[in-house]
């Protein structure tokens, strides 16, 4: 099975900017989670999708928000950059996400930098 | 609330020398343990898992944990480590239910050195 699968995996952009990244769940996997990993505050929960609906979110402002489609892939926007957004971006899938012992298995990331 | 508090930002190692990251959670419930490997510009790896099962887990790359309740830890061993093991390493719990996701302690990066 292929693994699950980020893009871009680098990106540039200037403050007051919005992005989209995107994520590719392995297959048969319905709950994506994504994550921002920074030097500072390590890695911190954004937000967890299961069919298209978003069942959690961490403790982060409103420019950051997240989709599911119906075939589990995700994307999630971050509008109005601001300099500290830069960060290693981090999207897991897993099956059901309902079980605390479901793995969650990772991507690449994708690595923001914010001018 | 749940956390996991890892001791250690940087642990250096010699090569064949034991390797030990400890890792200590706070849980109001039976924890989901989990360790992650990070290497350079790569996503995260699951090393191994604690799900109640076994208290010593066994992993990959001939790593293990044992999760000891009384103390409340999940400390990471590999009896000679290897070159290749140097990279970041993450204990993290898991909550289930409605409030699904994963809280990482802040991580434990590991050098080998010749």
């Known amino acids: 099975k292929a693994g699950v699968t980020q893009t871009p995996r680098y990106l540039i952009k200037t403050r007051g900017q919005q992005v989209t990244l995107s994520c590719s769940p392995i297959s048969g996997h319905r709950s994506v989670s994504w994550y921002q990993q920074t030097p500072g505050q390590g890695l911190q929960f954004l937000f967890e999708?299961?069919?298209?609906?978003?069942?959690n979110k961490g403790n982060f402002p409103g420019r950051f928000s997240g989709r599911q489609f119906s075939n589990s892939r995700s994307e999630m926007n971050v509008s109005t950059l601001e300099l500290g957004d830069s960060a290693l971006y981090l999207c897991?899938?897993?099956?059901?996400?309902?079980?605390?012992?479901?793995?969650?298995?990772f991507g690449p990331g994708t690595r923001l930098l914010v001018l | 609330a749940q956390s996991v508090t890892q001791l250690g930002s940087h642990v250096s190692v010699s090569e064949g020398a034991l390797v030990l990251l400890r890792c200590n959670y706070s849980s109001s419930v039976p924890p989901y343990l989990f360790w992650y490997v990070q290497y350079p510009n790569q996503g995260l790896q699951l090393l191994l898992k604690?799900?109640?099962?076994?208290?010593l887990v066994k992993g990959i790359n001939g790593f293990e944990a044992e999760f000891k309740k009384s103390e409340t830890s999940f400390h990471l061993t590999k009896p000679s480590a290897h070159m290749s093991d140097a990279a970041e390493y993450f204990c993290a719990v898991c909550r289930g239910g409605s409030n699904y996701k994963l809280t990482f302690g802040k991580g434990t990066l590991l050098t080998v050195n010749p």
């Open positions: 604690y799900t109640s099962a076994a208290t």
């Open positions: 897991a899938s897993s099956l059901q996400g309902t079980s605390g012992q479901e793995t969650q298995y």
């Open positions: 999708y299961f069919s298209e609906t978003q069942r």
